[in-house]
């Protein structure tokens, strides 16, 4: 009987190490150290009370397919790690920061103030499509931003897409971004958040000017300079100094950019070092003596009513952006690049105490 079970170990075994070669078998019993365990390997000519695990092949699960939308945000980047929310308005954000096309045309778009606020106005296009909300807060000298919520969106994001506040020691207003994309990857102490400032959209500067017997408004705007035909990111922490300044922020000590061993994967956005912003000054009226007063011609605008909040931009010589009173609560805002929206915009707006 011993020499028969021998006989039957050395089979059986022989064929476990084949079958292992073959299948890809891993047996966790292979040298057993217990006594009883040898013993069921000896009594087991069919290997029938052995744990074997098969290496199957990893499973394959279905994923949806993502298609990338040219000009917008993946669904990877739509996600603030840092905050812990989505943010799908910022896509759309990223794109209001950007010019039109050149054209020697104005774009027309249209502001209409709410009929229950006078505190909330609407951005819509020349289609009456809405692109943005603005909302004042005069307690805190500021104007938010906001982008209208679309068909997947349940609430409004945490933050609005743009922030303007009013700096009364220079009579002017500083247009940021909520969300910086060239400190995305940087560490805190080297973020424009940490120098107290944010990603730069448009500094307005206002003062006035004296034409004939009237004192008249001014405006000096300052945007970012534009790459391949898109504006840059103006970020004081990259840059070394504010937007329209020649001085670095002196809030948290100055930052030097292109020293910095941390590059952002938005690097290529920022502008060139040691290149200044872009700045457009107002068209000032002419005075007419059959008329006894100031005016201002608007391209391709007729019907205008008189309004302080009525002004021309213009660049190199040549009109960029124009906004004039079209009703009571409505108002025109026609412009080009190098404007963006969001540029044009919180240009309009700033202007919303003139009187």
């Known amino acids: 009987l011993a020499d028969l079970i021998f006989l039957l170990r050395r089979t059986v075994d022989s064929k476990n190490r084949r079958n292992r070669r073959i299948m890809g078998y891993i047996d966790k019993i292979d040298q057993p150290s217990s006594p009883v365990a040898k013993f ?22 279905e994923v949806e397919e993502c298609v990338a939308i040219p000009g917008q945000l993946s669904g990877f980047d739509e996600v603030d790690l840092e905050k812990g929310c989505t943010w799908n308005s910022q896509a759309g954000a990223s794109l209001l920061k950007h010019p039109p096309p050149k054209s020697d045309v ?28 603005a909302r004042r807060r005069p307690e805190k000298c500021t ?11 349940q609430q409004a994001p945490p933050v609005p897409a743009f922030c303007m506040r009013y700096q009364k020691e220079g009579d002017e207003w500083l247009l940021v971004s909520s ?24 500094r307005v500067q206002h003062s006035r000017r004296k034409v004939q017997k009237c004192s008249v408004h001014h405006v000096d705007l300052y945007v970012p300079p534009l790459l391949n035909d898109q504006s840059t990111l103006w970020c004081p922490a990259c840059t070394g100094k504010d937007l329209g ?34 700045q457009l000054t107002s068209k000032l009226p002419a005075w007419s003596q059959d008329l006894g007063g100031l005016i201002l011609n608007f391209e391709d605008r007729s019907g205008l009513l008189s309004s302080p909040r009525n002004f021309i931009l ?17 108002w025109c805002l026609d412009f080009k690049s190098p404007l963006s929206v969001i540029q044009a915009f ?10």
Not at 143 to 153: A, G, Q, R, S, V
Not at 182 to 200: E, I, N, S, V
Not at 262 to 277: Q, V, Y
Not at 346 to 351: G, H, N, V
């Open 179 to 202: 969300r910086c994309e060239g400190c995305a990857h940087r560490p805190f102490h080297l973020t424009c958040d940490f120098l107290g400032r944010r990603q730069q959209v448009a």
């Open 314 to 330: 213009q660049h190199e010589g040549k009109v960029v952006m124009q906004h004039a009173q079209i009703a009571e609560n409505t």
């Open 245 to 278: 300044s020649k001085t670095p922020p002196s809030v948290g000590g100055s930052c030097s950019p292109m020293g910095s061993p941390i590059k952002s994967p938005s690097f290529h956005l920022l502008p060139p070092e040691g290149a200044d912003a872009l």
């Open 346 to 355: 919180a240009s309009a707006m700033s202007s919303i105490d003139w009187d």
């Open 143 to 153: 104007i938010d931003f906001w982008l209208p919520l679309n068909e997947c969106e």
């Open 40 to 61: 069921f390997q000896v009594l087991e000519p069919l290997s029938f009370l052995k744990e074997r695990v098969v290496r199957a092949p990893p499973e394959v699960k």
């Open 106 to 133: 104005l774009h027309r778009y249209t502001i209409v103030s709410s009929s229950v606020t006078t505190d909330e106005f609407q951005l819509m296009s020349e289609s009456l499509e809405l692109l943005m909300i």
